[in-house]
């Protein structure tokens, strides 16, 4: 059967076709302003911490009044409000003198205590012990400063200074006889600062052993190296940037902490005359210091300077320590 001629479309038949939609009322381009501004809403949270330091650093250079305290500011000597003796170097060398020790031994210990987690111990006691350094990390600083106080102190003021004194005394710094008493000062100082950073040099150095390929320990081990030859030879090298990440981020812990230096350092603004003696750092005297600072207009702008210095201190050797680690990561990319 033969299919039928489609009809024909007169002019009449035809539908009209649709009209074009209006402009949109709406600025930009016909896009509506909320459909312009999401996109952009998720750079947002990328700002946040630029805008923390911007507004903690224009706060310290109001509250600083631009004041001129000139080069004594800098100096070694420092009385009080009351003279004009404002030198911060005291305390600037303080800070120093009680950071490196702590980051030295923490370190140490951080890699002992990562090696023995990823290469010795079995999974079941690593997992067991991990826990523990993470509860480290979360334990107050106030609380390692009353134990320090009430339990660390008498002991390095009863039996370790005086052993230190009688069995290293011909080192310079050892041989001034430790004072009697409290024991509160450096060592006890290096060793609360030591415990305060381990735990963050531990997990930074436990990560970056953690993250070398299972295949490179295998096949070191395959080829008849030891467990010490693949983490000397494999393990260790692969790691640097992270070790070097958590040596930088220790030092700042260090060289920032407040309540618990404050409490067992036996604050004194004075250059230590020998490891037994007490000092002060910049972080301890801005919270020492702070009541004597209301009603005090020209004391608050030295302690907003001082507090702009340890800022500088601290943003210093971060941005010192990314560019290192960056040029060590693009060196080991380019070797491989």
Known sequence: MVPAAPALLTPESRQPLPEPTPPSTHRGGGRPFSRRILPYLPYLPAFVPVAIVAAIVLELLAQSRFHNFGWEFFGST??????????????????F???????????????????????????????????????????????????????????????????????????????????PGSGLGLPLGVFILTLMALPITTLLIRDA?????????????????????????????????????????????????????AMVLNLVAHYPSNVYSGTATVAAMLFELLDSAYGNSLFLS????????????TATVNVVGRLFISRLSATQIAGV
Not at 78 to 95: A, H, L, R
Not at 302 to 313: K, N, P, Q, R, T
């Open 97 to 179: 003198v009680t950071a490196i020790p702590a980051l030295f031994f923490s370190m140490f210990l951080g890699l002992g205590i990562a090696v023995a987690s990823v290469v010795y111990l079995p999974r079941v006691v690593s997992r067991f012990l991990d826990g523990f350094v993470d509860l480290l990390a979360g334990i107050p600083s106030v609380v390692y400063g009353i134990w320090g106080y009430l339990f660390v102190a008498p002991y390095f003021g009863s039996a370790l200074n005086p052993w230190l004194f009688h069995h290293l005394g011909g080192i310079p710094g050892f041989g001034g006889l430790p004072p």
């Open 209 to 261: 052993l953690r993250s070398l390929p299972r295949e490179l320990w295998e096949s070191g081990l395959a080829l008849g190296a030891t467990r010490w030859e693949c983490l000397r030879k494999v393990a260790l090298p692969h790691s640097r940037a992270g070790i070097l990440s958590a040596a930088f981020l220790g030092f700042g812990r260090a060289f920032g902490e407040t309540v618990a230096i």
């Open 78 to 95: 420092f009385v009080g409000p009351g003279s004009n003796d404002w030198g911060i170097g005291v305390f600037v060398v303080g800070s």
């Open 302 to 313: 030295w302690l907003a300077e001082l507090a702009l210095v340890l800022l500088a201190i």
